[in-house]
């Protein structure tokens, strides 16, 4: 692992500990972000897509977790599952993927007794290695996005007021495309 990433992301683990129950430093490949909840992330699912292979092998994860301010998961996301196995020609079987539904981010907030308790809403992508199984390519690995609500801000209003940014933002385009 190099240097500056193993500083960066053990930075990030000291001052969000709960990750530490989710991910070992050594596993990232990218630099862990942490950015504002927005709108897109709330129609995210998170997904597992699995090929059956005899060498096993797969192609990733992305998983969703609620979290509270204090750091104690509220809940872990139902993810969609892929499953795909080898293709061959001559099995009408292999030729399809068998899915099970997952659920939205803001599908999971609601289904909280409590959806106020939200204070961040954690992504993982683990990038399994690829066909040829070599775990040292640069497309391996976990990456993390922590999304964040505003401190001291309730989910509820932080949702509000995006809903009030999407309004206007349409607003503003639609006065554009009047005025040409």
Request: with cysteine.
């Amino acid at each position: 692992m190099k240097e500056a990433l193993l500083a960066r992301a053990e930075a990030f683990i000291e001052e969000f500990p709960f990750l530490g129950r989710y991910i070992r430093v050594k596993q990232l490949h990218k630099r862990p972000i942490v950015q504002r909840v927005d709108l897109d992330l709330l129609d995210r699912v998170g997904c597992t897509e699995t090929r059956k292979r005899k060498s096993g092998g797969g192609l990733g994860d992305l998983r969703f977790f609620l979290i509270s301010a204090d750091g104690s998961e509220l809940m872990s996301l139902r993810q969609k599952d892929s499953i795909r196995s080898t293709f061959k020609i001559w099995r009408p079987g292999t030729w399809i993927s068998h899915s099970v539904d997952g659920e939205t981010v803001y599908e999971g907030i609601q289904r909280l007794d409590n959806p106020e308790l939200v204070a961040y809403v954690l992504e993982i992508s683990d990038l399994l290695p690829n066909s040829r199984g070599k775990v040292d390519e640069p497309d391996f690995g976990v990456e993390v996005v922590l999304h964040k609500v505003p401190s001291g801000t309730a989910f509820s209003n932080w949702l509000k007021r995006l809903r009030e940014v999407a309004a206007d933002e349409l607003s503003q385009e639609i006065d554009e495309l009047n005025q040409t």
